[in-house]
């Protein structure tokens, strides 16, 4: 279970965090709660719910994006504080608030089931196809959308398919972590493997194993301390992430303090 989440995190946060989309991340997993408080209050299906969701926060980002009076920021704190809103009202109506909002933020991540692990294989086969399809107009869409434009690489159509999934992989793992776990491994283990390679696809690896290292690892502190586990696994990615800066700083100093040390040995 954890290397499917993971991998599947990996393989779209990396352009959460290339592009700076942490709090449109943030939106979308929170933006599915009245999908969810509907599946819940009429016995629906959740992951229908969820995904009907997802499909609103993606037209709608995309729509206000394209708003020349309005800021990309704003839009998406609108639909944010909107859906989220609009979910809790519905939620309200059901008997058991409290439980359906616990399970919606922190997921149950102890009760996988086989089909579960089915549904997240299928989602990380289908990340993988539109990674691999998409990857060079999300590469230049990420440091450049007017020379993707230029090389006629579609930009509004690749921040669409990119915006998709980013849902997929909302959609496909919330039900079994929680919507917080989802965005802490979404952005902490890219941004935890960002200096450690060049290349986007050694970071997408690199993220997947930090992933599964914090939550293998995570699981593990949880048993042994009793604490709730989804939290566990977010704290424990969130403190790989500074250990992994810190470790980044003290070896870029260490070599600038050597080559400083060569220069004057030379002169």
């Known amino acids: 279970m ?15 965090v290339l592009r700076g989309m942490a709090f449109l991340g943030d939106a979308m997993s929170h933006g599915l709660l009245p999908g969810v408080a509907l599946a819940v209050l009429f016995g629906g299906n959740l992951l229908v719910g969820a995904l009907l969701s997802a499909a609103v926060m993606t037209a709608g980002v995309t729509a206000l ?14 639909l944010f504080v909107g859906m989220l809103s609009l979910g809790v009202i519905i939620v309200s109506r059901s008997q058991s608030f ?4 616990t399970g919606f933020l922190f997921g149950d991540v102890l009760a996988v089931r086989e089909q ?8 990380l086969l289908l990340a993988l196809v539109v990674s691999v399809l998409g990857h060079r107009a999300f590469l230049a ?8 434009h230029t090389l006629g690489l579609c930009p509004r159509l690749a921040h669409a398919v990119l915006l998709g999934l980013l849902a997929l992989a909302i959609v496909a793992s919330f039900h079994i972590v929680g919507t917080l776990l989802v965005l802490g491994l979404l952005i902490a283990p890219p941004a935890a493997a960002l200096p450690w390679t060049r290349s986007v696809r050694g970071v997408m690896a690199l993220a997947a194993l ?12 949880s048993w042994h301390l ?9 704290a424990l990615a969130v403190s790989l992430f500074f250990l992994s800066h810190l470790a980044s700083g003290l070896r870029h100093h260490r070599r600038a303090r050597l080559a400083g040390a060569h220069a004057a040995a030379t002169h």
């Open 98 to 101: 409290a439980v359906d909002l």
């Open 65 to 78: 994006g394209r708003t020349p009076r309005l800021s990309q920021d704003t839009g998406i704190g609108l």
């Open 226 to 234: 009793s604490t709730a586990a989804g939290a566990t696994i977010s």
């Open 116 to 123: 579960d692990l089915v549904l997240l294989g299928v989602a």
């Open 210 to 221: 930090l992933g599964m290292t914090a939550t293998f690892g995570g699981l593990l502190l």
């Open 141 to 148: 869409l990420a440091f450049d959308p007017r020379k993707a």
């Open 2 to 16: 954890s290397g499917l989440v993971s991998a599947i995190c990996a393989l779209a946060g990396i352009w959460v």
